[in-house]
């Protein structure tokens, strides 16, 4: 159980468009999602937290007009990545926690590998 | 002073040992305490939850939790080459759905 997609796991952009990923809880209902970021070899930066139907909590030093967090459902969240420059390179990692264990729990998906040349 | 602290490592054992792991930390307030694992380019994966503390086991793995040293550990007993990943420890408070992570220690198992 408590089982987390995301797609796509890697994806390559061109400089100025956007690239949109989708965070999917599969065998719970998550009614809290977060976004996080990882750099190589670093441990992971907490990027947003969202909760359904509500508008994303953002960390401080994240640009919410460019990192767009929508959690439509309570098994969906996506990330849109509005204009990509190279420097937005990075893993995107989700996680959720909600009715699978505990509020306290978060369970991670695969994460996504962005490259924006 | 970060929140959490964990060696970084890296951490070489051979097959069969036993795999010590180790975070520090300062926020008297943490009662939840996970120990992820994450494999090179894949997100985390929950081994063990523990609330307050105590021991807890699951197959080769154990965790402590000493609150009032603020301290807490994962063991991995007989630990084979596919347990080489990194190993994340992770708290958060009561009703604080954010989690604090550690650096998270790289540990190779040689066969």
């Known amino acids: 159980g408590a089982v987390v997609s995301q797609h796509p796991s890697w994806v390559i952009c061109k400089s100025g468009t956007s690239v949109k990923i989708e965070c999917r809880s599969l065998d719970f209902q998550a009614t809290t999602m977060f976004w996080y970021r990882q750099f190589p070899k670093q441990s992971l930066m907490l990027m947003a937290t969202s909760n359904e139907g509500s508008k994303a909590t953002y960390e401080q030093g994240v640009e919410k007009d460019k990192f767009l967090i929508n959690h439509a459902s309570l098994t969906l969240s996506t990330l849109t990545v509005t204009s990509a420059h190279p420097e937005d390179s990075s893993f995107y990692i989700c996680?959720?926690?909600?009715?699978?264990?505990?509020?306290?729990?978060?369970?991670f998906g695969p994460g996504t590998r962005l490259l924006v040349l | 002073q970060k929140e959490v602290e964990q060696d970084p490592g890296p951490l070489s054992v051979p097959e069969g040992a036993i795999v010590s792991l180790n975070c520090t930390y300062s926020?008297?307030?943490?009662?939840?305490f996970m120990w992820y694992r994450q494999y090179s380019r894949k997100g985390p994966e929950l081994l063990m939850y523990?609330?307050?503390?105590g021991n807890k086991e699951d197959g080769r793995f154990t965790a402590q939790v000493d609150k009032s040293s603020k301290y807490i550990s994962l063991f991995i007993r007989d630990s084979q080459p596919s347990d080489s990943a990194t190993y994340l420890c992770?708290?958060?408070?009561?009703?604080?759905?954010?989690?604090?992570f550690g650096a998270g220690t790289t540990v190779t198992v040689r066969a």
């Open positions: 926020n008297s307030a943490f009662q939840y």
């Open positions: 992770a708290m958060s408070a009561l009703g604080d759905y954010k989690l604090s």
């Open positions: 523990t609330y307050s503390s």
């Open positions: 996680s959720a926690s909600g009715d699978s264990g505990t509020q306290e729990t978060q369970y």
